[in-house]
């Protein structure tokens, strides 16, 4: 059983930065896949980014690619994901998922039922 449990969220002025953490605990960590997800009011829940188990492969949603970065350091059981340029469209609770995922297809990566384990969400909040 792993437990996620995320920071870093908060409130940001449109074009500001912010840097989400993710910290991993109860299982090995390097096996996993970690994912971002989110999901703001009214709306399903959307891939945001992902990094394969020893970081070498991230994949990245097109709404966030160049401005987000996702890493992680499994010598500290977290993974980050480095926020950029922020837009109010950004606004929404993020998600940190783990999952079992060892395709080389990108699709897999980004489907949320591939990700076993969930954390309790951080609120992001960008203003105009």
């Known amino acids: 059983q792993v437990q996620l449990v995320e920071s870093g969220g908060g409130l940001v002025q449109a074009g500001g930065s912010l840097r989400l953490s993710c910290a991993a605990s109860g299982g090995t960590f390097s096996r996993y896949t970690m994912g971002w997800f989110r999901q703001a009011p009214g709306k399903e829940r959307e891939f945001v980014a992902a990094?394969?188990?020893?970081?070498?492969?991230?994949y990245y949603a097109d709404v966030v690619k160049g401005r987000f970065t996702i890493s992680r350091d499994n010598a500290k059981n977290r993974v980050y994901l480095q926020m950029n340029s922020l837009k109010p469209e950004d606004t929404a609770v993020y998600y940190c998922?783990?999952?079992?995922?060892?395709?080389?297809?990108?699709?897999?990566?980004?489907?949320?039922?591939?990700?076993?384990?969930w954390g309790q969400g951080t609120q992001v909040t960008v203003s105009s």
């Open positions: 990094i394969n188990w020893s970081g070498g492969n991230t």
């Open positions: 998922a783990a999952g079992e995922i060892y395709y080389s297809s990108s699709t897999y990566y980004t489907e949320p039922a591939r990700y076993k384990y």
